[in-house]
């Protein structure tokens, strides 16, 4: 599976600006889209460019910024995937 981290510091604990929207049936939002562009990795605490790697191969970095790393090695950003809403 292709996952989200932080191009700084390799972190999923990322944000994604979203659109939902209110369902009256369910009594809960519904997730509409997500957006790439206005991203926030609360790990590092600062706006980040998405990078779009292989869940086995994302590297851990506790104390380290690998983000470099992963684009030198040839994983993708967001905009090699072509945006968020055809990975549901």
């Given at each position: 599976?292709?996952?989200?981290?932080?191009?700084h510091c390799?972190?999923?604990?990322?944000l994604a600006d979203?659109y939902a929207?209110?369902?009256?049936?369910e009594g809960?939002?519904?997730l509409h889209s997500s957006?790439?562009?206005n991203?926030?990795c609360?790990?590092?605490d600062?706006?980040?460019?998405?990078?779009?790697?292989?869940?086995?191969?994302?590297?851990d970095?506790?104390d380290s910024?690998?983000?470099?790393?992963?684009?030198?090695a040839?994983?993708?950003?967001?905009e090699?995937?072509?945006?968020?809403d055809?990975r549901a």
């Open positions: 599976m292709i996952i989200p981290v932080c191009s390799n972190s999923r604990d990322i979203a929207e209110w369902c009256t049936e809960n939002w519904i957006y790439d562009e991203s926030i609360r790990t590092c600062t706006d980040t460019k998405l990078n779009w790697v292989e869940e086995d191969q994302v590297i970095t506790d910024n690998d983000g470099e790393a992963l684009a030198s040839g994983f993708g950003t967001d090699d995937y072509g945006g968020t055809d």
